[in-house]
């Protein structure tokens, strides 16, 4: 059974092209994460809700928007895809933004 | 906002060996501490965490302790085995009411080498 589950695992397109990133957990968890990690191996947290209310807004350019359905998924949605975009998403969820799990990764490259 | 330094960058032991990693945080009203293990290609593992009304906690082959005075928290690992061979991040976070509640800020990460 997958805690918190991304698609695509994979993710490769051309700049300027639009793309979304999925996440679900089955945890029963209320408040769910976005985080980068870069080539670096630098993880950084991009955004958080909470009972599908944006909590955590980090500066993140606004072709990024982050969408919660309901409080088993939060979904990426970026625009105008930039080199610079390329990286790691994570997804995690927590139970009202205590320890949080995280998900297997979507490793996103832009050409 | 909130900045944790992680030392050292790499580490590399042999098999039986203990490992230390260290953190330090800026942010005094900091108050969760955990540490997570990633391995190659993919997300980061919840391995032990501590809250700063306790200054160690230990599980199995694993110990964190945290300083609040010093405002450090290190990782430590007996017994070293090869599959403990990861990289390791610790994060810091707030607590309730404050503008670091439920954001994990992390440290740059541990790439640590298990020599069999």
């Known amino acids: 059974d997958t805690a918190v589950s991304q698609t695509p695992k994979y993710l490769v397109t051309q700049m300027g092209n639009d793309k979304s990133i999925k996440c679900e957990q089955n945890?029963?968890?209320?408040?769910m994460y976005w985080y980068k990690q870069d080539s670096k191996k630098f993880l950084k947290i991009m955004f958080s809700y909470n009972n599908k209310e944006l909590i955590i807004n980090e500066t993140v350019p606004n072709r990024f928007s982050p969408k919660s359905p309901d409080k088993a998924h939060l979904n990426l949605h970026i625009n105008s895809l930039e080199l610079g975009d390329s990286a790691v998403y994570f997804c995690?969820?927590?139970?009202?933004?205590?320890?949080?799990?995280f998900g297997p990764g979507t490793r996103l490259l832009v050409l | 906002g909130e900045n944790v330094e992680q030392h050292p960058s790499t580490l590399s032991v042999q098999e039986g060996d203990s490992a230390v990693i260290k953190c330090t945080y800026s942010d005094s009203a900091s108050n969760y501490f955990p540490w997570y293990k990633q391995e190659l290609g993919k997300g980061p593992q919840l391995i032990i965490d501590?809250?700063?009304?306790?200054g160690e906690k230990k599980d199995q082959r694993i110990a964190v302790t945290l300083n609040k005075t010093a405002k450090h928290f290190s990782l430590h690992i007996t017994e070293t085995q090869p599959e403990d061979s990861a990289v390791y991040f610790c994060a810091a976070s707030g607590g309730a009411g404050g503008t670091s509640y439920g954001k994990l800020t992390f440290g740059q990460g541990t790439i640590l080498t298990v020599h069999p």
């Open positions: 995690a969820s927590s139970v009202d933004m205590g320890t949080q799990y």
């Open positions: 501590i809250r700063s009304n306790v």
């Open positions: 945890l029963g968890h209320d408040t």
